[in-house]
């Protein structure tokens, strides 16, 4: 069962390394970025290989979920010297796959190794919990030991390994870590 996220997501959020901007069509190329890094394929879930129409397609379903309230993908962009950089990879916040809500990243080559995605996550779980959320998951690969150190240096839990069923009808395993108010 899913549910709603208790407020509307924010646009943007931010800290003094990195800013998380809400999603746009225009972000369309770091969509399909993504969708062409190894490592991003080899460790989540994003789709392979998009062309611009479906990468376009995915920012306006980006849009809409944000719009219905069920959650937000953001463009990751490291801040150095008080200057914005370009996005190096996406963080996002979801409620569709559990009744609590979940969040994830991805980064690429550029973005990687800088304790962007540890920020990133640290600062959507933040918000989660300060609207009402009393608990919050990450879910990755059971032997993604990279993802698992983001988890717990962003102060999450680790739950262990349990079966996990996929939009195709199979069952695949998620390690799944979390992060109480």
């Known amino acids: 069962m899913t549910g709603l996220l208790h407020a509307a997501p924010p ?3 931010a800290d003094d390394g990195v800013v998380l901007r809400a999603m746009t069509e225009d972000d369309w190329v770091l969509e399909q970025a993504l969708s062409r890094d190894p490592e991003v394929l080899r460790w989540t879930t994003h789709p392979p290989h ?18 219905r309230r069920l959650g937000q993908r953001y ?20 409620v569709e796959r559990s009744p609590e809500p979940s969040v994830g990243y991805a980064l690429l080559p550029a973005g990687r190794g800088r304790g962007l995605a540890v920020a990133a996550v640290r600062l959507m779980t933040d918000w989660l919990l300060s609207v009402g959320h009393p608990c919050v998951r990450l879910g990755m690969l059971p032997d993604n030991e990279a993802s698992a150190a983001v988890a717990a240096r962003a102060g ?26």
């Open 11 to 13: 646009a943007r959020l």
């Open 75 to 94: 463009a990751v962009r490291p801040v150095e010297g008080g200057v914005e950089g370009p996005a190096v990879g996406m963080a996002a916040l979801t």
């Open 156 to 181: 999450y839990r680790d739950l262990g390994v349990q079966a996990a069923p996929r939009p195709d009808g199979s069952v695949g395993r998620v390690r799944w870590w979390e992060r109480r108010a």
């Open 50 to 67: 998009l062309d611009e129409a479906a990468a376009r397609q995915r920012m306006l379903d980006v849009a809409d979920r944000a719009h």
